[in-house]
């Protein structure tokens, strides 16, 4: 699967008009946004991690597709949980802010996804997160298309230990972050604006995934305070002309937005999923 993208950055006092015309060029309103990215760096060579991932189809058939990593580089892997939508709901008279469990304990949770979500106030329970692991590869070479455009592998997490599962294919966590902030569906293009937060590491544990606190209480990536624009688009066809659609979707999005916003194609390097 390819992904395009564009990239711009919002300045904090820019957020609220932005968001409005976001709002009236995909003609709806902005959906919350909140997922939570486990980082996992392989432990194993690459032909060890190929060979586990072979031993894992028999149960995971949809692992096959991690396999699209080279041979010759290893790269890190991600878990990424969307807040489902109900979660994402704040309940009458409460605090927008929400409050996360330990990810300590994600392995034992979802291992029964017939249990009953057990919550205290203010705080999601994991079950309610949509799991997916991604693989994310090198983009391609600026200039070959005016959009960033790379290899990716998703595969939904629909049950099970995903920590425990992508521990067994030979990989260790090494960090965590949340993206936190506000959807729109603009044609076939998923517009993010967004907040990067990274997840402080336990000093206890620093090899276990953390404790993930209040939304409030963590400092943004960027500390001006400002939001990042996305925009991707997904194709699973691969024909010429499809990726040519989608590329021309999203330059005809970036001229929408000249003088609100500039999007334009990312840095290779900052984007660089290789373990170094």
Request: avoid cysteine.
């Amino acid at each position: 699967m390819h992904e395009l993208l564009l990239f711009g950055q919002v300045p904090a006092r820019s957020h609220d008009l932005v968001l409005q015309v976001l709002a009236g060029v995909s003609a709806s309103q902005p959906r919350a946004y909140t997922a939570q990215h486990l980082v996992f760096k392989p432990t194993r060579s690459p032909q060890a991690i190929t060979a586990a991932v072979h031993a894992a189809r028999a149960s995971k058939p949809n692992a096959a597709a991690i396999e699209t990593q080279q041979a010759t580089d290893v790269f890190y892997l991600q878990l990424v949980g969307r807040l489902s939508d109900k979660a994402e709901q704040p309940k009458e008279g409460a605090s927008e802010d929400i409050s996360f469990q330990s990810v300590d304990g994600a392995r034992d949770t979802l291992q029964d996804a017939t249990k009953t979500d057990v919550k205290t106030d203010g705080v999601v329970d994991l079950t309610e997160y949509q799991w997916s692991l991604e693989y994310r590869d090198l983009p391609d070479v600026p200039g070959r298309r005016p959009v960033t455009s790379r290899q990716i592998a998703s595969t939904p997490v629909t049950g099970g230990a995903p920590i425990k599962f992508v521990e067994d294919l030979g990989y260790s966590y090494t960090a965590s972050y949340l993206q936190h902030g506000h959807e729109f569906i603009h044609n076939n293009i998923q517009l993010l604006l967004i907040k990067t937060l990274p997840v402080p590491q336990s000093a206890t544990a620093p090899s276990a995934p953390p404790t993930v606190p209040d939304i409030a209480s963590l400092k943004p990536l960027d500390s001006s305070g400002g939001y990042m624009l996305q925009a991707s688009v997904r194709v699973a066809d691969t024909r010429p002309e499809i990726l040519t659609q989608g590329t021309n979707e999203l330059t005809a999005l970036r001229d929408t937005l000249k003088g609100v916003v500039a999007i334009e194609v990312g840095d290779r390097l900052a984007l660089d999923t290789r373990v170094k």
